[in-house]
């Protein structure tokens, strides 16, 4: 049974960093691709950054510049580091992995992010 798992997030004044990592187990073949998303409260879910199993990561514009995803592709785990948070940022955070360009396959539980003086 596949299982990703979120951490890493938590409570940050605006300006400061998290690092949120994904873990995954029980797969029996790779990802071609995985990604970040996030909802925040009363809103719908939003593709927050990506990267495939050859290590080309896209990001949305709200987050070029901030954010780094990154990918240890040894432990099938992938990580946001997050830079500069701004409140607008506070959300869910959730990981998701698929086998093909445009596939969702699995979600992880999700781990929450606020940005709060």
């Known amino acids: 049974q596949v299982q990703l798992v979120e951490s890493g997030g938590g409570l940050v004044q605006p300006g400061g960093s998290l690092r949120l990592s994904c873990a995954t187990s029980g797969m029996t073949r790779s990802f071609y691709r995985m990604g970040w998303h996030r909802q925040a409260p009363g809103k719908q879910r939003e593709l927050v950054a990506q990267?495939?199993?050859?290590?080309?990561?896209d990001y949305e514009d709200f987050v070029k510049g901030r954010f780094t995803i990154s990918r240890d592709g040894a432990e099938n785990t992938i990580y946001l580091e997050m830079n500069n948070l701004k409140p607008e940022d506070t959300a869910v955070y959730y990981c998701d992995a698929g086998y093909s360009p445009l596939q969702t396959n699995f979600w992880g539980q999700g781990t929450q992010v606020t940005v709060s003086a």
């Open positions: 990267i495939t199993r050859s290590g080309y990561a």
